[in-house]
């Protein structure tokens, strides 16, 4: 029923860019915020930032406040995680999550996640 899949990760070099996808099916998208996280191994997973239903609040982690930013677009079913000056530490497995309307810190529904590597 609810899916959200990620797309748009790979290798990249410190200094580039990346743009990942969240596609989602199943809901009405304009009813739900989404999340993303990422995830490194040996590490906890870690909130990278949120944007609202319809846009109009966005947060990025403080950690990446600059760096990275969200959008979307609900008439594409899609939202996207924006990284520019990618650092080694941005490596991860980065994932989307959905919950009703607003940013929050329990969201029910995940993505199945997409590799994201910086190196030289």
């Known amino acids: 029923q609810v899916q959200l899949v990620e797309s748009g990760g790979g290798l990249v070099q410190p200094g580039g860019s990346l743009r990942l996808s969240c596609v989602v099916s199943?809901?009405?998208?304009?009813?739900?915020?989404i999340g993303w996280f990422r995830q490194a191994p040996g590490k906890e997973r870690e909130w990278v930032g949120c944007?609202?239903?319809?846009?109009?609040?966005?947060f990025i982690s403080d950690s990446v406040k600059g760096r990275f930013t969200i959008s979307r677009d609900n008439a594409k079913n899609a939202v996207y995680l924006q990284m520019n000056s990618l650092k080694p530490e941005d490596a991860a497995v980065y994932y989307c999550?959905?919950?009703?309307?607003?940013?929050?810190?329990?969201?029910?529904?995940w993505g199945q996640g997409t590799s994201v590597t910086v190196s030289s």
């Open positions: 999550a959905a919950r009703r309307f607003m940013c929050g810190s329990v969201f029910g529904s």
């Open positions: 199943g809901f009405t998208l304009d009813d739900y915020a």
């Open positions: 944007i609202s239903s319809r846009g109009g609040s966005i």
